[in-house]
């Protein structure tokens, strides 16, 4: 009787049920995913391509492609994540310029602690930290990213719903920008200068929908940021701050130890009106795997 009530107490405390299960597409629920006391290991893909084109100039091409690999451990009172990602990024200008980096990103560390759980709710308050592992020269990294959120998740009979707030602080970082051209050579002369990124605010909501035996599941996800103006050694970059709305359906599957996503990101803002802060794409395909062990 002593060790049923305990283990109680412990999926109140925690907000999750004792079994892995299902998560959104693009973002962190409150309940662990893990469960109270288990092992995630994975691997996931974000491909994003967008095209730019304006009278009279070359047209753009630029794809990110990340992969990042993942351990996600549960225990009864903290979920915990480590994220490497390997990155690849590549920008045409047509008859003009090529540019084509890869790497290992900035590493991703995310922390979360359940704060109420129930039945049919559970609410938990997060943190996701972004170490500047990565080259900034290539594109593939930034400053030190601090993110910390509120999660909520409900069970509604036929589906979950799952909402997510945040505020992310984007540190400065260092970045050798082109400040003037050699008159002799035509060389275009570099300097370090100081980047200070837009801070970003962030809201998420979700549905996911259990079908086929609750094997697949089909998921919507709205995503909405709003990022503050970035500067470039001390001056406000023009048109760098602004607002994005992303759609995202996709369909997840978990069976037995193994599970998979994958989704579709729609940006819903007009590409003129994209601020240059966030993250830019024309559409972009985001998934992974990964395989579950209790402990």
């Given at each position: ?42 691997a996931?893909f ?5 095209k730019i ?20 451990l ?9 994220t490497?990602?390997?990155g690849?990024?590549?920008s ?20 979360k602690?359940g704060?109420?759980g ?45 909402a ?29 200068v ?64 193994f ?8 940006p ?28």
């Amino acid at each position: 009787m002593l060790k049923k009530l305990s283990l109680l107490v412990c999926a109140m405390l925690v907000g999750s049920p004792l079994l892995a299960q299902a998560e959104p597409i693009a973002f962190d629920q409150a309940a662990n995913v893990t469960g109270m006391t288990g092992i995630e290991i994975g691997a996931e893909f974000d491909y994003s391509y967008e095209k730019i084109e304006e009278e009279g100039q070359s047209a753009v091409e630029s794809t990110v492609n990340d992969i990042p690999v993942f351990v996600r451990l549960g225990f009864p009172v903290l979920e915990a994540k480590i994220t490497i990602p390997y990155g690849s990024v590549k920008s045409n200008i047509e008859a003009a310029q090529e540019e084509n980096y890869s790497g290992i990103r900035d590493i991703g560390i995310g922390l979360k602690t359940g704060l109420l759980g129930l039945p049919v709710f559970n609410l938990a308050l997060g943190v996701n930290f972004t170490l500047p592992t990565g080259d900034p020269e290539k594109y593939l990294g930034e400053g030190l990213d601090f993110y910390p959120f509120l999660a909520a998740d409900m069970d509604i009979m036929f589906a979950k719903l799952h909402a997510n707030v945040g505020y992310e602080y984007r540190g400065e970082y260092d970045k050798e920008e082109p400040v003037d051209v050699d008159i002799n050579t035509g060389e275009i002369i570099y300097d370090p200068v100081k980047i200070k990124p837009g801070d970003g605010t962030h809201w998420r909501l979700g549905v996911e929908v259990p079908t086929g035996g609750d094997i697949f599941t089909i998921h919507a996800e709205l995503l909405g940021s709003t990022y503050g103006e970035v500067k470039s050694a001390g001056q406000v970059l023009e048109d760098s701050a602004g607002n994005t709305m992303t759609f995202i359906p996709g369909i997840s599957l978990k069976k037995g130890i193994f599970k998979a996503k994958i989704g579709y990101a729609i940006p819903l803002e007009v590409q003129d009106d994209r601020p240059t802060a966030a993250p830019r794409y024309d559409w972009r395909i985001i998934g992974g795997a990964s395989l579950c062990f209790a402990f």
